[in-house]
């Protein structure tokens, strides 16, 4: 079985920053791509970004230039780093985990909260 689990989330005020970090522990064969969703409240959840076990990225509109995912030198950590954050980052933010199988897996999820 495999487990991932996301950390880092909490309160920041607009313009702060935040670094997400999700582990992966278990069974992992064959990872395809790491990356990260969001859900605010009221809304669907929605790719935030991901990245592939080559190190190719992509990022939704929305966070381009601002976000940046990246991989651990484990290859079973992927991180979050968000920069000028705003009130409509707001959201659950949960680490997925593709394989090639293909199989995907999810974190619990952790909440990010921008507000002064």
């Known amino acids: 079985q495999v487990q991932l689990v996301e950390s880092g989330g909490g309160l920041v005020q607009p313009g702060g920053s935040l670094r997400l970090s999700c582990a992966a522990s278990g069974s992992i064969f064959s990872i395809k791509t790491m990356g990260w969703y969001r859900q605010a409240p009221g809304k669907q959840r929605e790719l935030v970004a991901y990245?592939?076990?080559?190190?190719?990225?992509n990022y939704a509109d929305s966070v381009k230039g601002r976000f940046t995912i990246s991989r651990g030198n484990a290859k079973n950590t992927v991180y979050l780093q968000m920069n000028s954050l705003k009130p409509e980052d707001t959201a659950v933010y949960y680490c997925t985990l593709v394989t090639t199988t293909p199989k995907d897996y999810w974190g619990q999820g952790t909440q990010v909260t921008v507000s002064s």
């Open positions: 990245i592939t076990n080559g190190g190719s990225t």
